[in-house]
């Protein structure tokens, strides 16, 4: 039984080090959340910038725009204190052409990175997704060592409090 739950335990250890590879993107499994991260990396943005492109950044270039523009490849991330560039190739699927663009980000005064179009657009929050369970790390795990040593104090002083009194007595 013992030799049964090591196995288990060190199966659990492994596969929280382990990431499968064809993930990068997937939201499943995912909470999406405000990109606040002082260190980005294209991954990061590239939840955003997919959607941006697909959904909305190519409106005013043609119609119709529904369904016609993927991110084909990120080609990289250049970092200038508070300024990042994405620089990316954009698939047009009418016509199976390709086109080079990038979009340029801006981290805010409260941590929080931004993405604007236009000088005359509202600025637009950007998300990222992380894994559910490194929130529940992020919130539980300190909490969960906090009680933990906690127990432990407890327990020391009543097992001293337990030596005082048998030597007293």
Same mark, same amino acid.
């Given at each position: 039984?013992?030799? =049964? ?7 659990? @250890?492994?596969? $929280? ?15 999406? !959340? ?10 990061? =943005? ?6 941006? !492109? ?6 005013? @270039?043609?119609?119709?725009? *529904? ?10 991330? !250049?970092?200038?204190?508070?300024? *990042? ?55 539980? !795990?300190?909490? $969960? %060592?906090?009680?933990?040593? =906690? %127990?432990? %104090? ?5 097992? =001293? ?7 007293? %007595?």
């Amino acid at each position: 039984m013992k030799r =049964l739950l090591g196995i288990a335990a060190v199966a659990l @250890l492994l596969s $929280c080090f382990l990431a499968a590879p064809g993930s990068a993107h997937s939201t499943k499994g995912r909470e999406k !959340v405000a990109l606040a991260k002082e260190e980005i990396t294209v991954d990061d =943005l590239a939840y955003f910038i997919e959607s941006y !492109v697909h959904r909305h950044k190519y409106r005013d @270039l043609a119609e119709p725009t *529904a369904n016609r523009f993927y991110v084909k490849d990120f080609k990289g991330l !250049v970092r200038e204190g508070a300024r *990042a560039t994405v620089a990316f190739e954009v698939l047009d699927t009418n016509g199976n052409k390709t086109f080079a663009d990038s979009m340029a980000f801006m981290r805010g005064h409260d941590g929080i990175w931004y993405y604007r179009a236009d000088p005359d657009e509202k600025r637009q929050e950007v998300y990222t997704f992380v894994p559910k369970a490194g929130l529940f790390q992020k919130l539980w !795990v300190p909490l $969960c %060592g906090g009680g933990a040593m =906690l %127990g432990i %104090g407890g327990l020391a002083a009543l097992r =001293l409090r337990k030596k005082r009194r048998e030597a007293e %007595g």
